[in-house]
């Protein structure tokens, strides 16, 4: 069982979504402004649609944390949507007076066909309330309380938006390690290379006009890492096939990379591998194009670690497509939505990075108490010193 789990629920126009966080020590200080940015972040970026006028996302704090600390139980959150009030008759759980009005022009791109044929749902609305990245908003408030653990160690997590569209500033271009949340947060794409925020911006506006979407790549850097989280003895306890499941369960998501990744792939292994040194008491390396991971554990280095999101699929210039119930070709379902969405996607990144980082910290430090896990943290650091 792992130490730390996390369950969400809620569709996208209903009234609310939950997530449920089981496995915090005691102790832990948190508080719902703690949440408030990420989520005010993930919002954000140029290319959004009208749903985030629509909504400001807000975690309510409901059980698990008592006078501003965990107290061991469960941590449960809720995010009202507030654009429930425009869809309560569609949305109703009641059975009496029930009358939906069915979508039944398939996106492609989107769940709809594969959901409603695995479910058997003949409305496409079944389908798509749970399979939008609504559900997100809940990755991202758990993940601020994941943040808030991996913070009490040192860890933390960042993100930004390497390349939109056609626009990529390149994997050498960024050295993660001079990078400030500012510089990021100062572009309305998340990218701190000014110029090639500019074009991307002028891209997303392009693909705008003309009714189209753009997809793009985004880096997660977490800093501050202990060598030996994960292990290489189990495939299932590798942790970047942990990372890289958790990125690719983001909507959207359809590539993950460490460090050098595919590029990498390409040189020979003399300009790839990261030599060992050791300096001031401790082993590091003098590159990092593993990412931070090698034979699935962290090595000291930080994990940084690159997604792919493809172009958003509900278009305003719809694509032919199938009418579910009919058969006939028709135009896609067009219901108001994104344009580009890497900006947002990172800051989901660093939500589920922080998630599984908290989940791997606990399995090897875990206690019932922060001061506990803090006791086999230290222990574990004054071997490493050794
Ligand atoms: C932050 C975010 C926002 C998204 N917004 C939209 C949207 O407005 N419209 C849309 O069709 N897809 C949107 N998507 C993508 C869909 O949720 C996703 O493509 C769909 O669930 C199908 O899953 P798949 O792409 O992983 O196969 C968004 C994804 C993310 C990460």
Known sequence: ??????????????????????GLPAGLEVSEDDLRRDLGRRQGGHGRG?????????????????????????????????????????MTAAKEGFAPKPVTRLRPGHADLAGALKYGHTDVRNVLERSSARETATRVAAGGVAKKLLGEFGITVMSFSQSIGPVDTGYDAVDPATLSE?????????????????????????????????????????????????????WDRKLDGRLAQAMLSINAIKGVEFGAGFEGASRPGSQFHDEIDYQGGRFRHLTNRAGGLTGGVTNGEPLDLRAA???????????????LKTKEKVQA??????????????????????LVLADAFLEKFGGDSMEEVGRNFRAYQDTLAR
């Open 333 to 354: 379902h067009y219901e108001r939505s994104d344009v580009c969405v890497v900006p947002a996607a990172g800051v989901i990144g660093e939500a589920m990075v922080a």
């Open 50 to 90: 009208g749903r985030q006028q629509i909504e400001t996302d807000w975690a309510r704090i409901v059980a698990g944390v008592r006078g501003g600390y965990t107290i061991g139980s469960p941590v449960a959150l809720v995010i009202e949507n507030r654009d429930h009030a425009n869809w309560t008759a569609e």
């Open 182 to 234: 500012e510089e990021i947060a100062a572009s309305p794409v998340r990218c701190p290379d000014p110029e090639a925020s500019r074009r991307m911006v002028q891209e997303i506006d392009a693909a705008g006009e003309r009714g189209d979407t753009l997809g793009g790549t985004f880096r997660v850097v977490a800093t501050g890492l202990p060598a030996g989280l994960g292990s290489y003895v189990h």
């Open 1 to 22: 069982m792992a130490a730390f789990r996390w369950l969400t629920a809620g569709e996208s126009h209903g009234p609310q979504l939950t997530v449920i966080i089981e």
């Open 309 to 323: 999101i493809k172009p958003i699929s509900t278009m305003k210039t719809p694509m032919p497509s199938v009418d």
